[in-house]
């Protein structure tokens, strides 16, 4: 009996691979611009200067993973400020998770009503905080001034109201 069920679970998993040996691939949902503006900054992006040029600091490493439905950015790499945002496809949406060093993880998604050249995340929610009290990202704009410059702004909130002493803007250069 054991045999019989054996073979009735390789058969249906031969057939469910089809003749290749491999399970077809999932349907790919129609491109995002957002999203594709985002899966474009893969690469390493330097600190500019106050006159525009690439300085040797790392601010942000951007990869495009998971067979290209996730990007993935690490910010700070391999410091003590060292922080992860996570951004993929919600449906027609594209939405962000920040894993901060304060130990909160804040949900963003994308303002469809964002400029051109911005993607503007709003807060949507989060984990492992209180949003009357705890410091945590709320908002980010990301502006491509062209595909080798964007400028990075956040807006923090604590005690339920914007913190306009933390966060600020970022001005990075494509690490050639």
């Not at 019989?4 to 057939?15: I, R």
């Not at 390493?44 to 439905?69: C, F, H, L, N, Y």
């Not at 949406?93 to 911005?118: E, F, I, W």
């Amino acid at each position: 009996m054991t045999r019989l069920m054996t073979a009735g679970v390789v058969m249906v998993l031969a057939l469910g691979t089809g003749a290749s040996g491999q399970a077809p691939a999932p349907k790919a949902p129609a491109p995002h611009p957002a999203f594709e503006k985002l899966k474009g900054m893969a690469g390493t992006w330097v600190e500019a200067d106050k006159d525009g040029k690439p300085t040797a600091k790392v601010v942000s490493v951007v990869r495009v993973i998971a067979g290209g439905s996730t990007v993935h950015e690490t910010s700070f790499p391999g410091t003590d400020m060292e922080m992860v945002s996570v951004y993929h496809r919600d449906g027609a949406d594209v939405v962000m998770t920040h894993y901060c060093m304060l130990g909160n993880q804040p949900r963003l998604k994308l303002d469809a009503k964002s400029p051109p050249n911005q993607l503007q995340f709003k807060f949507t929610g989060g984990t492992n905080l209180d949003v009357t009290k705890d410091m945590h990202m709320h908002d980010a704009t990301y502006t491509f001034v062209d595909a080798d410059h964007v400028e990075i702004s956040g807006v923090a909130w604590v005690d339920g109201k914007p913190a306009p002493d933390h966060c600020g803007t970022m001005k990075l250069v494509r690490k050639k």
